[in-house]
């Protein structure tokens, strides 16, 4: 709304130097008739002023443009090590073996990252792994078809995770989508030794 409110302000300044330019124009004219350098004065000081005034538009805008740009870097940045945390945890929990109520607190922690920001999509495929890991989890100990069973659901989910944070690059290039999540899914089965 503010923005709103700046962009009619900058619109009404505007009007008004022109409407204003052109009535003290017409009026320096015909005042200084007789003297031409008079008039040529009047047409630098108007074109001084709309020169700023054009050059304050474009740099409020540019403004605008950059804060956008830093705000999704950052936002960005905070994605991907919230998710690179979320795939070490896995990764601690997967070599150890066992789960502790620690590693418990810590997941929870990460889902409650994970919905500040993360897209649908990706929240729906961590419930899904969130379900095969408590099924891991039941009794403390994760056996090694369970690993492979998190393995799987893990790849799903980083299948969904890549598309979040480069899913516009991905779309661009010539390898479709299906193509690149079939393959990281291949990877993990490969990794687990039953590709």
Known sequence: MKKLGDNLLLLF?????????????RYAYRVT??????????LIILGTVATILITAALLNKQSAVEI???????FIDLKT?????????????????????????????????????????????????LRVFNRAAVDGAVSAI????LTDSLARLTVEIRADLIGELDRESDIGLQKIAEQIVENAS????RG
């Open 190 to 193: 490969e990794t687990t030794g």
């Open 13 to 25: 300044l505007t009007a008004v130097v022109v409407v204003g330019g052109y009535a003290y124009l």
């Open 81 to 129: 090590r919230t998710y690179e945390e979320l795939i070490n945890q896995i990764e601690q929990i997967v070599l150890s073996k066992e789960v502790t109520d620690r590693d418990l607190v810590r997941l929870q922690f990460t889902t409650h990252r994970l919905a500040i920001f993360a897209a649908p999509a990706v929240l729906e495929e961590y419930q899904e792994f």
């Open 68 to 74: 956008d740009k830093e705000q999704s870097v950052k």
């Open 146 to 149: 369970e690993s492979d069973q």
């Open 33 to 42: 008739d007789s003297t031409p350098f008079t008039q040529e004065i009047v």
